[in-house]
């Protein structure tokens, strides 16, 4: 059994930042791609980042610039810092991962953690 566990969401007024943990924790061999996606009310869920084990980042072509992830593959955490938020990032912010534990390897979700960004 593997559990994503995200943290650090909350309300922030437009131009603020915040930064997202996501941890993961079970029966892990490894983990590869890690990711952020988020969704908005009456949206469907988008890509907001990945980042490889390597540590090669993509990011939504809107976000780039001001949207950083980055991991600690000693922690199995994956972070998000948000930049110069905008009340449109209004959104449940969701960790992904693709782990492989003892004989099966597959993508995870975490619970989401929601981010309000007011105006």
């Known amino acids: 059994q593997v559990q994503l566990v995200e943290s650090g969401g909350g309300l922030v007024e437009a131009g603020g930042s915040l930064r997202l943990s996501c941890a993961a924790s079970?029966?892990?061999?490894?983990?590869?791609?890690m990711g952020w996606y988020r969704q908005a009310p009456g949206k469907q869920r988008e890509l907001v980042a990945t980042?490889?084990?390597?540590?090669?980042?993509n990011y939504a072509d809107s976000l780039l610039g001001r949207f950083t992830i980055s991991r600690d593959n000693a922690k199995k955490t994956v972070y998000l810092q948000m930049n110069s938020l905008k009340p449109e990032d209004t959104a449940v912010y969701y960790c992904?991962?693709?782990?492989?534990?003892?004989?099966?390897?597959?993508?995870?979700w975490g619970q989401g953690t929601q981010v309000t960004v007011s105006s």
């Open positions: 992904n991962a693709d782990v492989s534990t003892w004989g099966l390897r597959r993508g995870y």
């Open positions: 980042i490889t084990n390597s540590r090669t980042t």
């Open positions: 079970g029966r892990i061999l490894n983990i590869y791609d």
